[in-house]
């Protein structure tokens, strides 16, 4: 390796080096410098809550314990004699409990093990260097790859890193599929950040977290989440999405329904705990439990999604839901449809997409909480600013309110001037709703007001600032055309503004450089299309470097041509000497 050192970079992300080789072998992107960094946000709440469960877990198994050892004494006291019968009870009924309780105080019952890690799309491997190195209380860190090339560049890196790295991570070259299905409730925390569709390992993923455990889960195909490619959508994850302004946050809640879906298969269901669409993609963390009862709630967490394709109004349908009876609960198909043939807005037809996600898709104690800890350790975090706006974002959203309106797409549909943010916020409060921002969009808005409302809402906005006249067909003109049934009130609420407004702290950063995005594939040739992806310069630079090697090969094969004409000249001519001497 030492002879070819010119032909790598170091890249420090971190508190980690990995070594880049300049002919793009091995895929590398910095922009997800800030997927990698909400990663070991989250996975040290992780560790921290997975500590205090453990901790409740014993605490709990050990209190009935010490009720029965106090009973069997008050009684072995009073007959003078061991009470066999109590002592016989204990053992035979928590066998573990009756064990811990002749241990000191003190000490656990069954130690908690370092989480243990899989990385099932390693590459470089520099994520699986910062989990090991940066975060405290990690276990080992498995890094896998079906590309011999990148299992050499995570081996060649982890050397690079010394002896922390060498003893916590290691790199496997073999199908993450193969290895997953073969090791079975055996990570504690399981990453899939692949180049596109993670829907290929979704179910292998699901069979190899351990219960309780954390699914850590990337998709870069946008465009096919979004709407682009529907029958492709659907044919992967099994939902099909509408071409709506919340198309970002449809996506993540396709994505949600596609894990719930696997897991159900095998008695599972999950919990997320923290839901991100940033920059290209978008980032789930979801915790996985096992449970053949509360699976059963999963129809009450999905739902149908009704556009109307002329104002882009929108209703769910559940899929199910549930009647208490007695002591049980059952489940029941929900009642329907929620919207009738025609909007009853504008007229016009809906279009039907899903089945959604439509329960919460964020854990609120742990947002806030991985956000003072973020905080609280900003050096350790190369892209803090952008993970800390974020997280401020998602810690105001309304996590029961799924998808959101665009202010400006209502009054696209009316073809009218735009209120103010905060002024058609405060109509909504004083409506008596709620209503925040989204983490997805900076003209999102989330609110538990139905349609009406929030047309009522337009209408007299639109009473005090005149439009100019349209066809009667449009759909802004029949939504108009109806006279409000709610009293509007646009005076300023206090809580028009939220917390982080208010504080003007950061909730929407540009990006820190220009062409900030998706990458090429690794071993791709770079060629002058690529500009929009990695500049002029670095495609002028590759392309430099190609025509510079394609230079030297043409002059080495010019060299061999004329060495291969000169030898062939000298046999000849000794031919000839040999034939005349002859």
């Known amino acids: 390796m030492e002879s070819d050192l010119n032909d790598y970079t170091v890249i420090k992300e971190g508190e980690a080096e990995i070594l880049l080789h300049k002919k793009n072998q091995v895929f590398f992107n910095k922009a997800q410098v800030n997927n990698r960094d909400m990663s070991i946000a989250v996975l040290r709440e992780f560790i921290s809550k997975r500590k205090q ?48 309780s002749k241990k000191p105080a003190g000490v656990s019952l069954r130690e908690l093990k370092p989480p243990k890690v899989l990385e099932a799309l390693s590459a470089s491997g520099l994520r ?18 079906n590309d011999i090339a990148s299992v050499e560049a995570c081996q060649r890196n982890i050397k690079f890193n010394g002896s922390l790295a060498i003893s916590k991570v290691e790199s496997h070259h073999t199908d993450a599929r193969v290895h997953m299905l073969t090791h079975p409730n055996e990570f504690d925390v399981v990453d899939l950040d692949p180049y596109g569709s993670p829907s290929i390992f979704l179910d292998s993923a ?13 998709a870069t195909d946008m465009a096919v989440l979004c709407g682009g490619n529907g029958e492709v959508c659907y044919s992967k994850y099994g939902s099909y999405p509408l071409r709506g302004k919340y198309c970002h946050e449809m996506a993540l809640r396709i994505l949600l329904a596609s894990i719930e879906s696997h897991a159900n298969r095998y008695k599972r ?50 899929v199910g839901r549930s009647l208490p009876k007695n002591n049980n609960v059952r489940y029941l198909p929900a009642i329907g449809p ?70 400006h797409n209502l009054c696209a549909t009316l073809k009218c001037i735009s209120p103010s943010a905060a002024m058609f916020r405060s109509a909504v409060i004083n409506a008596n709703y709620r209503i925040s921002g989204t983490h997805v969009n900076p003209l999102g808005m989330k609110t538990d007001a139905p349609m009406e409302v929030i047309w009522d809402i337009m209408r007299c906005w639109v009473k005090n600032h005149p439009i100019k006249a349209q066809a009667p067909e449009l759909p802004g003109s029949v939504i108009l055309s109806k006279e409000p049934s709610h009293q509007v009130d646009f005076s300023r609420h206090v809580g028009s503004l939220s917390k982080a407004q208010a504080k003007k702290v950061a909730r929407f950063l540009p ?19 690529h500009v929009s992806l990695i500049g002029h310069e670095a495609v002028n630079g590759h392309l430099t470097q190609h025509n510079e090697e394609l230079k030297e090969e043409e002059e080495a094969v010019q060299e061999d041509n004329i060495q291969e004409e000169l030898d062939a000249k000298r046999l000849k001519t000794t031919e000839d000497i040999i034939t005349s001497t002859s």
Request: net charge neutral.
């Open 53 to 100: 469960e453990h901790e409740a877990k014993l605490s709990k198994r050990n209190r009935p314990a010490s009720n029965v050892v106090d009973k069997d004494s008050s009684q072995a006291s009073k007959e003078g004699t061991p009470s066999e019968n109590g002592e016989h009870q204990v053992a035979s009924e928590d066998p573990p409990s009756s064990s811990a």
């Open 128 to 145: 699986a260097l910062r989990y090991a190195r940066e975060i405290e209380g990690i276990g080992q860190v498995v890094a896998l790859d």
């Open 206 to 218: 699901i069979q190899s977290v351990a219960d309780g455990g954390l699914l850590m889960c990337t």
């Open 269 to 318: 269901y999950i919990v997320p705990v923290l839901s991100v669409q940033m920059d290209f993609y978008v980032r789930v963390f979801v915790r996985v439990y096992t449970s053949a009862s509360a699976m059963k709630n999963t129809p009450l967490k999905l739902s149908y999604v009704y556009q109307c394709i002329g104002c882009d109004s929108f209703h769910l349908q559940p």
């Open 338 to 407: 929620v919207v009738a043939q025609e909007c009853n807005h504008c007229g016009k037809k809906y279009n039907m997409g899903g089945p959604i996600w439509s329960a919460p898709i964020h854990d609120q104690e742990w947002v806030t909480s991985i956000l003072n800890s973020v905080k609280s350790m900003k050096d350790r975090y190369p892209a803090y600013e952008r993970i800390y706006a974020v997280l401020t974002t998602i810690s105001e959203e309304l996590v029961d309110v799924p998808l959101f309106l665009s202010l």
């Open 511 to 529: 990006n820190p450089e220009k062409h900030w995005g998706p990458k090429l594939r690794a071993g791709r040739q770079i060629t002058s299309k």
